[in-house]
T-cell receptor, first 112, second 115 residues
Framework: DTGVSQDPRHKITKRGQNVTFRCDPI?????LYWYRQTLGQGPEFLTY????????KSRLLSDRFSAERPKGSFSTLEIQRTEQGDSAMYLC??????????FGSGTRLTVV | AQKVTQAQTEISVVEKEDVTLDCVYE???????LFWYKQPPSGELVFLIR??????QNEISGRYSWNFQKSTSSFNFTITASQVVDSAVYFC????????????FGTGTRLTIIP
């Protein structure tokens, strides 16, 4: 296993369109996290899964955002009706223990 | 409330010089963890160190060293004999019992090593 994989690496979309990102964690990791990073800022927590259960969601995760981890393996993050303010790097991380994070390379979203 | 402050936005040093990146944190918890991550241009966050609040021993790993001082709520990172490959954005982060399942990051310090 080569680490946490995220797809796509880059996504350009028009305002109002829906986008979906995928994260494949390290196979033995039961914890999965999504973070968002805007230009010049540190990553900000969005949501956390333990196996298939979504246990925590940030206030940053508006109604237009939804995340799933259907079988406790890969996860998807969908943004509906994208806005220019959604432009950011979306980072996924996984861990087998509390705080033992491995981050992926991220998906850079540009909303035009 | 949790907060991590990295006051240095950008630092440039000439190769082989030593450089220290500052990190000051705020938390009300007595049990917490502090981290440093490196983010090269590829975008991936690379884990460097995790330190819990009960362990104030300084740590050295090769050219990297960390100075944890609870009295000043600081967790500073020093690179000795810097190299061009050290050029990246470095983030300090905090995890405490309030946000037990997530990290609070600082705004990062962009380090440029000049050959």
């Amino acid at each position: 296993d080569t680490g946490v994989s995220q797809d796509p690496r880059h996504k350009i979309t028009k305002r109002g369109q829906n986008v979906t990102f995928r994260c494949d964690p390290i196979s033995e990791h039961n914890r999965l996290y999504w973070y968002r990073q805007t230009l010049g800022q540190g990553p900000e927590f969005l949501t956390y899964f333990q196996n298939e259960a979504q246990l925590e969601k940030s206030r940053l995760l508006s109604d237009r955002f939804s995340a799933e981890r259907p079988k406790g393996s890969f996860s998807t993050l969908e943004i509906q009706r994208t806005e220019q303010g959604d432009s950011a790097m979306y980072l996924c991380a996984s861990s087998a223990s509390l705080h033992g994070y491995t981050f992926g390379s991220g998906t850079r979203l540009t909303v035009v | 409330a949790q907060k991590v402050t990295q006051a240095q936005t950008e630092i440039s040093v000439v190769e082989k010089e030593d450089v220290t990146l500052d990190c000051v944190y705020e938390t009300r918890d007595t049990t917490y963890y502090l981290f440093w991550y490196k983010q090269p241009p590829s975008g991936e966050l690379v884990f460097l160190i995790r330190r819990n609040s009960f362990d104030e021993q300084n740590e050295i790993s090769g050219r990297y060293s960390w100075n944890f001082q609870k009295s000043t709520s600081s967790f500073n990172f020093t690179i000795t004999a810097s190299q061009v490959v050290d050029s990246a954005v470095y983030f300090c982060a905090l995890a405490d019992q309030t946000g037990a399942n997530n990290l609070f990051f600082g705004t990062g310090t962009r380090l440029t090593i000049i050959p």
